[in-house]
């Protein structure tokens, strides 16, 4: 069975800073991976995701890719105080999305 | 369009009652999906339908637990016998075919309150 873990449990930086967070999972054969983003009370909204090996960037968000290593992360430049929030990675590959339990981040002004 | 929308927002129940839970996906989803989130276990998944079919409930506790799709508008999640430790946030989500492998969009989910 799929085992998502992330890492850090929490974070917190100073505006501007640099962002970086962690998933690894346990299914090689896994073939999607993402980042949701929760806002306190609101939903989960997904962030941006990848299929291959590499790196994607979309504005301020970067995701990299190992499936080697059964690793992905997410970075975020220039962090807001809006980008605080609960971030969630999640892996799939044949059934439903499994998340990891999460990383909260406190972007400090 | 609204997104997905989940009802009650909350609900409180008293050990040993039922709490059905409501949600409409979005309008031409094909896969609908129940997970639960609670601080300790984060996201958990319990169930899936795609054009109605239940189609994975391995996520499901067994005995307590049981989910619908009657019609393409509307699932519904029931717990039976309510306990202590199923409170939590009761998220649902819809997607346009791929559950594995495309976006989920979730509702806001309903906060169950077992007292």
């Known amino acids: 069975q799929q085992k998502v873990q992330q890492s850090p449990e929490s974070l917190i930086v100073p505006e501007g800073a640099m962002t970086s967070l962690n998933c690894t999972f346990s299914?090689?054969?896994?073939?999607?991976f993402a980042w949701y983003r929760q806002h306190s009370g609101k939903a989960p909204k997904a962030l941006m995701s990848?299929?291959?090996?590499g790196e994607k960037e979309e504005g301020r968000f970067t995701i990299h890719l190992n499936k080697a290593s059964l690793h992905f992360s997410l970075h975020i430049r220039d962090s807001q105080p809006s980008d605080s929030a609960l971030y969630l990675c999640?892996?799939?590959?044949?059934?439903?999305?499994?998340f990891g339990t999460g990383t909260t981040v406190s972007v400090s002004p | 369009n609204a997104g997905v929308i989940q009802t009650p927002r909350h609900k409180v129940t008293g050990k040993g009652q039922e709490a059905t839970l409501w949600c409409e996906p979005i309008?031409?989803?094909?896969?609908v999906f129940w997970y639960r989130q609670t601080i300790v276990q984060g996201l958990e998944f319990l169930t899936y339908?795609?054009?109605?079919?239940?189609?994975?409930d391995s996520g499901m506790p067994k005995e307590r637990f049981s989910a619908q799709m009657p019609n393409q508008s509307h699932s519904t999640l029931k717990i039976q016998s309510t306990q202590p430790q199923d409170s939590a946030v009761y998220l649902c989500?819809?997607?346009?075919?791929?559950?594995?492998?495309?976006?989920?969009?979730f509702g806001s989910g309903t906060r169950l309150t077992v007292l």
């Open positions: 989500a819809s997607s346009w075919t791929d559950p594995s492998a495309e976006t989920l969009y």
């Open positions: 299914d090689s054969a896994s073939q999607y």
């Open positions: 990848i299929f291959s090996n």
């Open positions: 999640a892996v799939g590959g044949g059934r439903a999305l499994i």
């Open positions: 309008s031409g989803h094909s896969a």
């Open positions: 339908f795609r054009n109605q079919a239940p189609i994975d």
